[in-house]
Every structure is written in structure tokens, then in C-alpha cells.
């Protein structure tokens, strides 16, 4: 196996195409996806565990209200984090395999 200093010497990825490649449309949209689920989580939970409301069937719709929000937002979340993930190692191995055929 390859030493890490020798692989990021050999790297082809400079400062430029990095920003590129974070900037690129679908990185951007798991992105976008990650901040709305991070924005989502902590509205949803105060209106599930905390509703303000006297009490009754209001309150009862709005913590149905706020699990659902909870929902979505864990939804966007997590679908945020493990597809950046995803493409993140899967475009690695790409290059990767690019780099390997050209030796």
C-alpha cells in the first residue's frame, strides 16, 4: 500500500478544482439538502416536545405537526450527510481507477 505523503504528492486535485468539485450541481444540492434537515430538526423537536399550547386536540395536532417536520427534517439530514458521503467515495475510486490504468 502507498504512503499517504506519496499519494497526496502524486495527487491530482489542487485548491481550484476542489472548490470546483463542492461547488459542482449535485454536491451543491446534498448540501442545500444537509442545511434544510439541520434547520428542520430543532423546529420540528421544540414543536413536539414543547407545544405552547393550552392543551386538548390543539396540542395533540401540534405535535403531530412537529414529529412530522422532525421526520422530514431527519429525512434531509442523514439523505444530505450519506449521499455527499457516497459521492464523495465513489468519485475518489473513480479517480482512483483513472490514476491506476494510467501507470
Not at 423537536?45 to 414543547?50: E, I
Not at 386538548?56 to 450527510?81: D, K
Not at 457516497?86 to 475518489?92: E, G, H, I, Y
Request: hydrophobic letters at 55%; charged letters at 15%.
Amino acid at each position: 500500500m502507498a504512503e499517504p505523503e506519496d499519494t497526496l504528492s502524486r495527487s491530482p486535485v489542487d485548491f481550484d478544482s476542489a472548490v470546483a468539485y463542492a461547488l459542482h450541481p449535485e454536491m451543491r444540492r446534498l448540501i442545500i439538502l444537509y442545511l434544510v434537515g439541520t434547520l428542520l430538526l430543532p423546529i420540528g423537536l421544540s414543536m413536539f416536545v414543547n407545544p405552547f399550547v393550552f392543551g386538548g386536540l390543539a396540542r395533540i395536532v401540534r405535535q403531530v405537526i412537529g414529529l412530522a417536520i422532525v421526520l422530514v427534517g431527519a429525512t434531509f439530514f442523514f439523505g444530505g450527510v450519506v449521499g455527499a458521503l457516497f459521492k464523495l467515495v465513489a468519485d475518489a475510486n473513480i479517480l482512483a481507477a483513472e490514476l491506476d490504468i494510467e501507470k
